[in-house]
């Protein structure tokens, strides 16, 4: 039987998203990533501000056609990758997030995949844009 209640935090994430960038300030960070979901069309931006110093996100920011699962899900990824290195940053499944969250209903999971997969193109669109190709790794947009 398929689990269609929404935990307290995705309700929580879901009417009061964290994150979301408001401003028209695109230019302000250093790495930007979108993507699509496969299985219903909707996109994510995740947009990077990083410490060049110690390669930390200092801040993370996001915009989305996507549902409440995906706004849930991307709200908490913006909070969990603050003070991160990029390369743990890179390493969160949506595993991670959905334990995060307290699941997903079952037929919401696929949601939960779109803000990681954008995190990581704006991680790459970073090491492009600094000199760091060798750290790319292939994006499964
Ligand atoms: Fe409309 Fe997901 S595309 S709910
Ligand atoms: Fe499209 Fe959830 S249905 S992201």
């Given at each position: 039987?398929?689990?269609?209640?929404y935990?307290?935090k995705?309700?929580?994430h879901?009417?009061?998203?964290?994150?979301?960038?408001?401003?028209?300030?695109?230019a302000?960070f250093?790495?930007?990533?979108?993507?699509?979901?496969i299985?219903?069309?909707?996109e994510?931006?995740?947009?990077?501000?990083?410490?060049?110093a110690?390669?930390t996100?200092?801040?993370?920011?996001?915009r989305?056609?996507?549902?409440?699962s995906?706004?849930?899900s991307?709200?908490?990824?913006?909070e969990?990758?603050i003070?991160?290195?990029?390369?743990q940053?890179?390493?969160?499944?949506?595993?991670d997030?959905?334990?995060?969250?307290?699941?997903?209903?079952?037929?919401?999971?696929h949601?939960?995949?779109?803000?990681?997969?954008?995190?990581?193109?704006?991680?790459?669109?970073?090491?492009?844009k600094?000199?760091?190709?060798?750290?790319?790794?292939?994006?499964?947009?």
């Open positions: 039987m398929a689990k269609w209640t935990s307290d995705v309700k929580d879901f009417m009061n998203p964290r994150n979301i960038l408001r401003e028209d300030n695109e302000d250093h790495g930007i990533g979108q993507t699509g979901n299985k219903c069309g909707d994510m931006i995740v947009y990077i501000k990083v410490d060049p110690d390669l996100i200092t801040e993370c920011k996001w989305t056609y996507g549902c409440a995906a706004i849930a991307t709200s908490i990824l913006s969990m990758v003070g991160m290195t990029l390369d940053a890179y390493a969160i499944t949506a595993k997030i959905l334990k995060e969250l307290g699941g997903l209903p079952d037929n919401k999971v949601c939960s995949v779109l803000g990681d997969k954008a995190l990581r193109a704006a991680i790459d669109d970073y090491y492009g600094n000199g760091m190709e060798d750290r790319i790794k292939t994006q499964s947009a």
